[in-house]
């Protein structure tokens, strides 16, 4: 199983980015799947998740402004984030879960995880 993140970068404050995760191992994958950060000095937390039948949740930090999505015939999970913040500055994880049908931001329900995607906006 690996998860490779792609599309980091940086931005101004109010600009958009997209970013992606290939996901193998799990063909036609239908598992649990979300996004964390981890800023500088910070804990990492739950972001957005996307459930096994694609039920969305997000962090109140990023409602409205990010929209997770996944595309089962690639394998490919998304994550599209506009009026980016300096806050929003962090590296991004993607990780996959279980078979749930319910989304979770909890660290623990996830089993498998990427190497990250740093994300950096600048004020």
């Known amino acids: 199983v690996q998860l490779v993140e792609s599309g980091g970068g940086s931005v101004q404050s109010g600009g958009s980015l997209r970013i992606s995760c290939v996901i193998s191992?799990?063909?036609?994958?239908?598992?649990?799947v979300g996004w964390f950060r981890q800023a500088p000095g910070k804990e990492r937390e739950g972001v957005a998740s996307?459930?096994?039948?694609?039920?969305?949740k997000y962090a109140d930090s990023v409602k409205g402004r990010f929209t997770i999505s996944r595309d089962k015939d690639k394998n490919t999970l998304y994550l599209q984030m506009n009026n980016l913040k300096p806050e929003d500055t962090a590296m991004y994880y993607c990780?996959?879960?279980?078979?749930?049908?319910?989304?979770?931001?909890?660290?623990?329900?996830?089993?498998?995880w990427g190497q990250g995607t740093q994300v950096t906006v600048s004020s």
């Open positions: 996307i459930s096994t039948h694609d039920y969305t």
């Open positions: 191992g799990f063909p036609y994958d239908t598992g649990c």
């Open positions: 990780a996959r879960g279980g078979q749930y049908l319910v989304p979770s931001l909890l660290q623990v329900d996830y089993n498998y």
